[in-house]
């Protein structure tokens, strides 16, 4: 590196000439962008509203809508879940008019994209079952934890799945949703499955029912002993402590088979769905404001072409 004084301010000169340059390049370019929408101001106006009114006729029929369908797969029925949306969308692709009339549904044509994922909850798969919890720790100490609990395999035992729709025009339920949840609870097996299933769960709560009015009938007849109030006579009996707990553990038990007899009226329980939301992602609902300046692009680029095409003629026709 040079001491000089002299070859340090000439190195400053020449590096401030390099910047100078540069900045005048970035000036003289947005000069000659001026100078030239002046020179093609028409064309450019032209370019400009045949974008806008391009745009909107494509963002007013190229409109995508999406819907979505949160369900709870009842009885072990995941994988039948997921295999009947794969048969949907394939026919759905093979344009199967036959298939879908068959189940309700009479138009495929605005018809786009249907398929399942699971809704990962990883909390909600713990507290199901104990196991799940010692299941989570040993994959995790084989790979990554992040990896294991989106796999596929993990992900399909989880409670709650999503379905996702893509349609080209806004729906009514009548128009799809409903023929899909009817065709999904169509399965005989599945059917006998649940019948036989809400059949043993509303034994169990008459049963549980019947177990807490006994444990009420012993409470309330519970006689006091050497003064002592009722609630103390219970509080010195540890046997009379396992009833009472065992009463307890019932009124849940039979809180939770009440959501779960609600559930089980379903092979595919419908829990939530939305209808009809706008997909904005990417170009969808842009192209207004994209195509004018996609068109200007274009131009500028026809342009530098044309005449780059023109100096390179120029220079061989000299050499």
Known sequence: MSTNPQEQEIDLKQLSKKIGGFFQKIIDSFFDFILFLKRNIILVAILFILGIVLGYFLDKNNKVYNHEIVVLPNFGSVDYLY?????????????????????????????????????????????????????????????????IIKDETTAKNYPYHLIKIKTSKSIKRDDFLNPVLSYLESSDYYSKIKKEMINNLEIEMTENDKTITQINDILNEIPKQAGKSTSVYISDNKELNEVIKSKDELIFKQASNRITFLNFQNTIKEITSTLNIKDTKGTNGKMTLLLPFLFLFLFMFFVYFRNFYKRQILKRNLN
């Not at 018809?111 to 994922?117: A, K, L």
């Not at 809704?119 to 919890?133: A, G, L, P, T």
């Open 83 to 147: 295999a009947k949306i794969k048969l949907i969308d394939s026919k759905r692709k093979e344009k199967d008019t036959l298939f879908f009339k068959s189940i309700g549904i009479n138009n495929i044509k605005k018809i786009g994209v249907i398929e399942v994922e699971p809704i990962i909850d990883v909390y909600k798969f713990i507290q199901e079952r104990e196991s799940n919890f010692e299941l989570i720790k040993l994959m995790a100490e084989d790979g990554d934890l992040d990896k």
